[in-house]
């Protein structure tokens, strides 16, 4: 059976592709979305980052969440390559770009 909400949601303008902090594929969330103050979903940010109205870390710099996603991608057994091309964006999404 097809899942129509799922592809609605990630071919329309009004939300990013890519969690605008950690750079994870919005599609690839297990919470398709994070949560703002009052339970709606944000689809700026995923459900890992962001929860509640704020980010559940308290990281102040791209590089802090570089070497996390980093880190959690050489757990998962991808190589440095890989690791790299997966991270090189994070310093300009939305959350870091201030």
């Not at 899942?3 to 990013?16: C, G, T």
Request: glycine share 10%.
């Amino acid at each position: 059976m097809l899942d129509f909400s799922k592809e609605i949601l990630y071919n329309m303008e009004a939300y990013d592709r890519f969690c605008q902090s950690c750079g994870m594929p919005m599609e690839k969330d297990p919470g398709f979305g994070g949560t703002n103050n009052d339970g709606t979903k944000t689809h700026k940010y995923c459900s890992l980052c962001f929860e509640n109205g704020s980010f559940k870390d308290s990281f102040t710099v791209s590089d802090e969440m570089v070497d996390l996603v980093k880190g959690k991608l050489k757990e998962m057994g991808y190589s440095s390559l890989k690791r790299w091309f997966f991270t090189s964006h994070i310093h300009g999404l939305e959350r870091w770009k201030a």
